[in-house]
């Protein structure tokens, strides 16, 4: 598909060229013509006026004069009489007599321009009268124009010669950068369906798991709810599954189009974390691992405090996952002149170089089999990092395998007068200007 797309944008670009290259050739060529007419018309006006100059004449009409003008080349004329007949000539070609003869013929207004044809060659002709002590006279200035069309072909056939150049050049360079142009679309297509085939398959599972207790509850009709419970009790665990994650996959549906509302009011940073701690204590107990709160007391945050307690949570959560049993996760939470620092130690894994690239990827897990058994599905930290970004912050990752990670949520800090709340006041919220991540 997009090999076949990518070639399209090709003769698009190269038709566009073309066309663009026509219309430029078209208006060069009619400014050169245009040009060299108005030039050779000067060029036979002032021709005319040295003539009538010489024969003792005066011009009625103000021109220009040339220096050196009878020494120019590439001219011929005929002066009439009164009597219209030829009173001084300098003709190479005969065939002009004739056609000087009916020009004047025609008694139109003089003096004018005209071009016309003989015997195969185009010229262009001056035409004006004028007096002197000695009578009437008629003066005729014609000069060929087949030089002018040498160089209007010469210039036509150049340009022609550089577009097609162009077009050669062109073909491969617009179809390398079609190809870049569609890269980052190609990889958005890529993840859709990877995301796509993810979902389908996470949500596969629970579905089969929910059917199979439903075919063994109809071969049971007759007995007890009581005697059946193991079997609603996996149905109603695999639809909490199922439930989570059509609710993760909405968020982040929502999230992709810039549609997920946070609720930002400046509340306790501390208290949030402590709370955390507590409500965190009973499962890492369970698991037989310490639980370590290091959290600083009075620290306020400006932000939607629900969302940033779900990312704290979903790091706990995993940090809790990973860590074998006797270990060690502590929460942190500390403050700098610049940020505000959450950050979630532990003793697990670890994660490499490459885990740590992908760890933010969607349906991305480390351990596939330890995240199935404990419900996940490998969108927590793509949740987290969208959650800590909309927040203008960043979460860093520092592992080492078999010895531990530290998530760090790295947030700008929000100066905030919490004794504002005791005289009744609203927070006033400071945001600072050198807020960077390092």
Request: aromatic share 8%; with cysteine.
């Amino acid at each position: 598909m997009f090999a076949e797309i990518k070639r399209k944008i090709t003769v698009f670009n190269t038709l566009i060229l073309i066309i663009f290259m026509c219309m430029f050739i078209f208006l060069l060529a009619f400014l050169v013509k245009w040009s060299l007419n108005l030039s050779g018309e000067m060029y036979l006006t002032d021709v005319a006026k040295e003539i009538i100059n010489a024969e003792g004449g005066s011009v009625t009409e103000s021109v220009e004069s040339m220096d050196s003008v009878h020494e120019k080349f590439g001219y011929q004329y005929i002066l009439w009489n009164s009597s219209n007949t030829v009173k001084n000539m300098k003709l190479e070609d005969r065939n002009l007599i004739t056609k000087g003869y009916e020009i004047l013929l025609e008694n139109t207004d003089f003096p004018r321009f005209n071009t016309f044809m003989t015997d195969n060659l185009e010229y262009r002709g001056y035409t004006i009268k004028y007096s002197n002590n000695a009578g009437d006279y008629t003066l005729q200035v014609f000069q060929q124009v087949s030089t002018e069309r040498s160089i209007v072909a010469y210039v036509i056939s150049f340009l022609l010669l550089i577009g097609a150049g162009s077009v050669a050049v062109l073909i491969p360079i617009s179809y390398f950068l079609a190809g870049k142009s569609l890269q980052p679309i190609k990889e958005t297509f890529e993840d859709q369906k990877k995301f796509i085939a993810n979902a389908s398959h996470e949500l596969r599972t629970p579905l089969t798991v929910i059917q199979t207790n439903i075919e063994v509850l109809k071969l049971k009709e007759d007995d007890t709810i009581c005697n059946n419970t193991k079997w609603l009790d996996n149905i109603a665990s695999e639809s909490e599954t199922m439930a989570q994650l059509i609710s993760e996959l909405l968020l982040l549906a929502q999230a992709e189009n810039h549609s997920l509302e946070m609720d930002v009011d400046n509340f306790d940073l501390s208290a949030m974390c402590h709370q955390l701690v507590d409500l965190m204590e009973t499962l890492a107990h369970d698991k037989m691992i310490s639980l370590i709160d290091s959290v600083e007391d009075e620290i306020y945050f400006k932000g939607d405090e629900q969302r940033l307690k779900q990312s704290v949570r979903i790091l706990l959560d995993n940090a809790i996952k990973y860590t074998k049993e006797e270990g060690r996760v502590e929460l942190c939470l500390t403050q700098g002149k610049r940020h505000v620092i959450i950050a979630v130690k532990d003793t697990g894994i670890g994660l490499t170089e490459e885990e740590k690239a992908k760890v933010f990827s969607r349906f991305y897990r480390v351990d596939d089999a330890r995240n199935r058994a404990s419900g996940g599905v490998g969108l927590g930290l793509n949740i987290a990092d969208f959650i800590v970004k909309s927040h203008g912050g960043k979460i860093k990752i520092e592992s080492t395998p078999n010895v531990g990670s530290t998530f760090s949520i790295v947030l700008p800090r929000s100066n905030i007068k919490p004794e504002s709340k005791k005289n009744g006041h609203k927070n006033e919220v400071v945001p600072t200007d050198d807020f960077t991540i390092e």
